[in-house]
């Protein structure tokens, strides 16, 4: 099974996931961008579900951490990223994005 990955765009239209990204020095962005072709390609043995929440942990460096959300069956959502050392506050900030996500997209089904 393959997936459509796409980043969350908050309200304001700017992306954790590429604000998160776009700090990272050269050598773990290209790992991380591996991690997503891997999630594109339906490759999620490395992630962890938790709350409605994927946490693609990479074993590498400073043990780099990739979160998204499902919507249906092909939709992967970015939510943003971190590492081990950071992880608890990470894993808080993408379920407070999830929540937001789903949330826009309820209301946006309403209209």
Do not use: C
Request: glycine share 12%; no cysteine.
């Amino acid at each position: 099974m393959s997936y459509k990955v796409e980043e969350y765009l908050r309200e304001d239209g700017t992306s954790p996931y590429e604000e998160w990204f776009m700090g990272l020095d050269t050598i773990a962005a290209a790992k991380i961008s591996v991690v997503i072709l891997k999630i594109e390609q339906g490759n999620l043995s490395n992630v962890k579900w938790f709350s409605g929440i994927g946490e693609y942990r990479l074993d590498w460096g400073p043990g780099y951490r990739v979160y998204f959300g499902r919507d249906g069956d092909r939709l992967i959502i970015l939510l943003g990223g971190g590492t081990k050392k950071g992880q608890q506050r990470d894993i808080g900030r993408a379920k407070a994005l999830w929540a937001e996500y789903k949330e826009r997209k309820t209301h946006r089904e309403k209209k």
